[in-house]
């Protein structure tokens, strides 16, 4: 559940009609009365998992990504086996950093040397291929 911030540099603004400001990655209401979600990108969560909880790479992996298609009812996605989907994202843990900000979101992130949708290589070094492999998902 992340916010369209996620990723970005922004602290402070509105909302429609609501005033926020974002502290330790939470965007919460301008009183601090409620939260108002999550600005984490997936690889900050992995990150996060692994540094601030103490799971296994293994572990944080899976919480992104089996653990959501299972209860998504994607039984076809987020395991690598044979016969199901290939989504995949091939990175370097070491060089891993989030560098899109407020001036440049779709910038992508440093270490995700390829990325993977349907088996199709979609992503390489920071590059778009051109192929268009996704599809629109809808829980099951």
Not at 25 to 53: F, H, Q
Not at 59 to 68: N, Q
Request: charged share 25%; hydrophobic share 40%; glycine share 10%.
């Amino acid at each position: 559940d992340s916010l369209t911030l996620a990723g970005t540099d922004v602290t402070h603004g509105w909302m429609q009609s609501t005033e926020f400001i974002i502290e330790d990655g939470v965007c919460k209401l301008m009183d601090r009365s409620a939260l108002a979600g999550s600005t984490a990108t997936m690889d900050r969560l992995v990150r996060n998992m692994i540094c601030l909880a103490g799971a296994t790479l293994t572990d944080a992996v899976k919480m992104a990504s089996a653990t959501p298609a299972a209860i998504m009812g994607f039984h076809d996605r987020g395991r690598l086996e044979v016969g199901l989907r290939a989504d995949l994202v091939l990175f370097d843990a070491e060089k891993l950093k989030d560098d899109p900000d407020f001036l440049c979101p779709q910038q992508p992130c440093s270490g995700i040397r390829r990325v993977y949708v349907n088996g199709v290589l979609t992503a390489q070094d920071g590059k778009h291929t051109g192929a268009r492999a996704g599809q629109v998902l809808r829980r099951k």
